[in-house]
């Protein structure tokens, strides 16, 4: 069964079926082939009760909150201000692209989006002010991946609406790896830039009066987050309610900070809406093969292969990362991880692995998936918007990054705590 | 013809879009009312129920318009490889399967409404709303999504049969433009 089913699983993706159509093909497979009873009756019921869920509202929620403050040109501001405060590091403009990136994370939860939006406003500068175009495209790509790891993130909503795991708890676990991540990134932009400075562009300081008024720039950010991550550990609104707060409050700093038009209100009404179908067509794809695999008594074949492997679990977690590095090659972010979560989570669970921190491994190795070729989504994003150059300068910019990221991966694994630490202390139901 | 019934078949989802878009801004404002509510004391209730609710009917309906902004993922690994006739089967193989798919979602949607009709069933909420009000949009959500996908794969097969390959991919190809210009 384990084999039929992941062969079924590449073969159909490879032949470019769309991802939320093959986990329904493969749920129709499990059905036939591996069930006792007909489970395509449940079907129905199943379509209609995955999508009736007042937390997977959350998703267009804060999609529409990143698309209006991308479009409202707040994005733009933002990286500007950055730049006044971090470009007197090593290697310049290239920290304010980690630094941005990291700030619209934390307000909104997808990568793609991030990414796009910083390689738009920091491209025309590159040239300008003579970076190495590897770095500073390589470094937008990987700082974009962060929106999926630093709250709120959609990514770990759909894992913890797949896994019944605490969304609250998994936003907080996933805080400290998150700005983690952002600081060894830019790290790692520094050393690089030390050693090679010419790769680092001009290094820029600025007078004091002109850092301090460009602060205003970052309160709207800097609240949102405040006003999002806040009323949910108050207790005042849980997640979902939490982003129709934050819907409001970025409508409410678009119009105060940027520009509001109804053609960009109603382009980011499109693109949420566009975004959201996406999403659940391979959330109820998921659920549907969740259903069938559970039936199908996938479990305890999973736990009779194991065995008979005879692996530790860390060898458990060691040959899971390798399939995550592998698959993350040819396969992205939320397609890796739904089609994924069914099999790999029980198992790792069963192990007596914390499925809160499993989370937040599997959100690294997701992002990784995000910045290696050939299949390398937020690459394609920053070349797209390069228009000039080849793709293969992003690809090798994106390497260092990648490193930091497995250094994570090892961090993670060897201390839990970096993940576990903050939803132990604060909880968060 | 082809070309001109993907034109309008664009423009509608357009506007379905645009409506389901619009349903979720205002179920945002509803629950953001609800929360400062709380916070009064008072509170209408049930805005969790609703909000379920809405995130059915605006998936449902959102679902055809993703298809035809090309939004739906696909893996681009073998057929990125292939030639522009490669491509378009692998299009058009991706298309069917999705068709065919999708009528069985919708098809199997219905007995989940029937019931609800003939039991005249009501939700276990203090809301009491009857099922078959919110289950009636969701699945002609659905229904419209499978007729959607069934118009696009007619026309998607007529301009490949006409040679107009590169039409056929801007209709059914693996990326939608916003993707590549953004």
Redesign the interface.
């Known amino acids: 069964m384990i084999l039929a089913l992941s062969i079924g699983l590449l073969g159909l993706?490879?032949?470019?079926?769309?991802?939320?159509?093959v986990l329904?093909?493969l749920g129709f497979g499990m059905d036939t082939f591996f069930s006792a009873f007909p489970l395509?009756?449940g079907?129905?019921?199943l379509?209609?009760s995955t999508?009736?869920?007042?937390t997977?509202?959350a998703i267009?929620?804060f999609v529409?909150l990143g698309e209006i403050l991308v479009r409202s040109g707040i994005a733009t501001r933002t990286y500007a201000a950055l730049d006044r405060w971090v470009s007197w590091l090593p290697g310049g403009l290239v920290h304010a692209n980690v630094a941005t990136a990291t700030m619209f994370s934390a307000t909104s939860g997808s990568s793609v989006a991030t990414a796009?939006t910083v390689a738009?406003v920091a491209m025309p500068q590159a040239e300008k002010l003579g970076y190495d175009p590897r770095l500073f495209s390589g470094a937008i790509a990987a700082g974009g991946t962060l929106g999926i790891m630093i709250p709120p993130s959609i990514n770990l909503i759909v894992y913890g609406f797949l896994t019944q795991t605490s969304i609250p708890q998994l936003f907080l676990a996933g805080l400290v790896p998150g700005i983690a991540l952002a600081l060894g990134f830019m790290a790692i932009t520094a050393v690089i830039c030390l050693i090679r400075p010419e790769l680092g562009g001009t290094r820029r300081t600025f007078p004091l009066a002109e850092m301090l008024r460009a602060l205003i720039q970052l309160v709207p950010i800097i609240l949102l987050f405040t006003i999002i991550i806040g009323?949910i550990y108050n207790g005042?609104?849980t997640p979902?309610?939490a982003?129709?707060?934050g819907?409001?409050g970025a409508i409410v700093i678009a119009a105060l900070f940027g520009g509001v038009s109804i053609r960009m209100f109603?382009e980011?009404?499109?693109g949420?809406?566009?975004?959201?179908?996406?999403i659940?067509?391979?959330v109820?794809g998921a659920s549907f093969l969740n259903f069938t695999l559970a039936s199908a008594g996938l479990g305890r074949e999973l736990q009779a292969l194991l065995d008979g492997l005879g692996l530790t679990p860390t060898g458990l977690i060691l040959v899971v990362v390798l399939i995550y590095i592998v698959l993350g090659f040819?396969?992205?972010t939320?397609?890796l991880m739904v089609v994924t979560i069914p099999i790999i989570v029980p198992l790792v669970v069963a192990q007596g692995f914390d499925p809160i921190w499993f989370g937040i491994l599997m959100i690294v190795l997701i992002e990784m998936a995000l910045i290696t070729p050939?299949?390398g989504l937020n690459l394609?994003?920053v070349q797209?918007?390069r228009k000039s150059g080849k793709m293969s300068e992003v690809m090798v910019g994106a390497i260092p990054y990648v490193i930091a990221m497995l250094l994570m991966v090892g961090l993670l694994i060897l201390f839990p705590g970096i993940a576990l630490y903050l939803p132990s202390v604060l909880g968060g139901g | 013809m082809s070309d001109t019934l993907l034109h309008r078949l664009r423009r509608l989802n357009h506007g379905v879009a645009l409506a389901t878009g619009i349903l979720l801004m205002a179920c945002a404002a509803l629950v953001l009312l609800d929360i400062v509510l709380r916070q009064l004391g008072s509170s209408f209730g049930g805005t969790d129920e609703i909000s379920g609710y809405v995130m059915a009917i605006a998936t449902s309906w959102g679902m055809a318009f993703t298809l035809l902004e090309l939004g739906h993922v696909r893996i681009d690994i073998l057929r990125g490889r292939a030639g522009r006739l490669g491509r378009a089967l692998f299009d058009l193989f991706a298309m069917l399967t999705l068709t065919g798919t999708v009528t069985l979602i919708a098809y199997k949607c219905w007995p989940v409404v029937e019931r609800s009709l003939a039991n005249t069933s009501r939700a276990n909420t203090p809301l009491e709303t009857p099922l078959a009000w919110v289950q009636i949009p969701w699945f002609a959500g659905w229904i419209w999504f499978a007729v959607m996908a069934w118009l696009t794969f007619i026309a998607a097969a007529r301009l490949i049969l006409q040679g107009r390959l590169a039409e056929a991919e801007g209709a059914i190809g693996c990326f939608g433009e916003e993707e590549q210009a953004s």
């Open positions: 993706l490879a032949l470019s079926i769309p991802v939320g159509i329904f093909l395509i009756r079907l129905g019921n379509v209609w999508s009736n869920n007042a997977l509202i267009p929620f529409l796009a738009t009323t005042w609104a979902t309610e982003a129709a707060v819907v409001m109603a980011s009404l499109l949420t809406v566009k975004i959201t179908s996406m659940m067509l391979v109820i040819f396969i992205e939320l397609s050939p299949v394609y994003v797209g918007a």
